[in-house]
């Protein structure tokens, strides 16, 4: 809202133009720091049980996106598939660091 339409709208609303503009509120920053902390944090967690690091790629697609006792449920099931992208699920690889 460029400034003379902003005062026109004070002079028609019966206030100031700065009680028009809401100042940057560090509580939103924060807020937003936190949801960028939650989604990095949420890419670290297992997509399957949502609780324990990702440690372990299933083979051949590659995606790392289990832990251990997920990698272990999901080949000894037995024709089980990807979470991530559905290919068929051959192996398992421990991924480090």
Known sequence: MGAPVAAAAAAAWGTRVD?????????LARTTAAAAEDAADAMKSCCVCLDAPREF?????????????CASATVAAGGATCPVCRAPV???LRIYG
């Not at 790629?57 to 006792?69: D, E, K, T």
């Open 19 to 27: 009680e028009l503009i809401t100042p940057f509120s560090p509580s």
């Open 57 to 69: 790629a299933f083979l051949p697609c590659g995606h790392r996106c289990v832990c251990h006792g």
């Open 90 to 92: 051959q192996g398992t």
